[in-house]
């Protein structure tokens, strides 16, 4: 990979940051020969700062940093795209991104998982992903395997809608065995993404 930074005059480089997991364009900035190389040998994405006139590592103070995943280099070789896990809102308003978008994915599964999310950290107890939480992993692990069983019994017979019905209850539960885990869907997928690469 060879930036070619000469292309500008000042030798500053636009280097779009995106989420890993969900894709969403979190913020653009410039990098210099220096901060491109410090962002290769550190991780952490780290820009040229106009403002400050020196090397800038993105969440040196707000401890929000972006840690490098992938880095692209568009068609002209004047362009980075940088695929980072960011520890934190990345914007220096408290945004998740410079646009003020939320960082999730626009799929329907991601939001469900922020809901579960949401309810694990509720108080309210009438809540049953709260409930689930509170039995603890065994017993949100055992829900699963229930559900897996029904899956499999529905699939047999020719009723569409309690096939689908079941499936939905899996797929349901095993999103709040991920979360149980500490884990998550974007990890899952990444997984998947990494193996059909190969």
Same mark, same amino acid.
């Given at each position: 990979?060879?930036? /070619?930074?000469?292309?500008?005059?000042?030798?500053?480089?636009?280097?779009?940051?995106?989420?890993?997991?969900?894709? #969403? *364009?979190?913020? %653009?900035?410039?990098?210099?020969?220096?901060?491109?190389?410090?962002?290769?040998? @550190?991780?952490? *994405?780290?820009?040229? @700062?106009?403002?400050?006139?020196?090397?800038?590592?993105?969440?040196?103070?707000?401890?929000?940093?972006?840690?490098? &995943?992938? =880095?692209?280099?568009?068609?002209?070789?004047?362009?980075?795209?940088?695929?980072?896990?960011?520890?934190?809102?990345?914007?220096?308003?408290?945004? !998740?991104?410079?646009?003020?978008?939320?960082?999730?994915?626009?799929?329907?599964?991601?939001?469900?998982?922020?809901? $579960?999310?949401?309810?694990? #950290?509720? @108080?309210? +107890?009438?809540?049953? *992903?709260?409930? %689930?939480?509170?039995?603890? $992993?065994?017993?949100?692990?055992? #829900?699963?395997?229930? /559900?897996?069983?029904? =899956?499999? $019994? /529905?699939?047999? !017979?020719?009723? +569409? +809608?309690?096939?689908?019905?079941?499936?939905? !209850?899996?797929?349901?539960?095993?999103?709040?065995?991920?979360?149980?885990? !500490?884990?998550? %869907?974007?990890? =899952?997928?990444?997984? %998947? &993404?990494?193996?059909?690469?190969?």
């Amino acid at each position: 990979m060879k930036p /070619e930074f000469l292309k500008y005059k000042d030798g500053l480089m636009p280097a779009i940051i995106q989420d890993y997991k969900t894709s #969403k *364009v979190l913020m %653009l900035g410039f990098m210099n020969e220096a901060a491109f190389a410090k962002t290769e040998s @550190s991780g952490q *994405v780290t820009f040229y @700062s106009r403002s400050k006139q020196r090397l800038w590592t993105k969440g040196e103070e707000s401890g929000n940093f972006l840690n490098v &995943k992938q =880095v692209l280099l568009d068609c002209d070789n004047d362009t980075l795209l940088i695929k980072a896990e960011p520890l934190g809102p990345t914007c220096h308003t408290g945004a !998740d991104t410079c646009w003020s978008e939320k960082n999730h994915s626009d799929d329907f599964l991601y939001y469900l998982q922020d809901i $579960i999310d949401l309810r694990r #950290k509720s @108080s309210d +107890e009438s809540s049953y *992903v709260r409930q %689930l939480f509170n039995k603890g $992993i065994n017993k949100i692990a055992q #829900k699963v395997g229930e /559900e897996a069983t029904e =899956v499999i $019994i /529905e699939a047999k !017979d020719n009723n +569409e +809608e309690l096939f689908l019905n079941e499936a939905a !209850d899996l797929l349901f539960h095993f999103m709040v065995l991920l979360r149980a885990k !500490d884990v998550s %869907l974007q990890d =899952v997928t990444y997984v %998947l &993404k990494q193996r059909h690469s190969k």
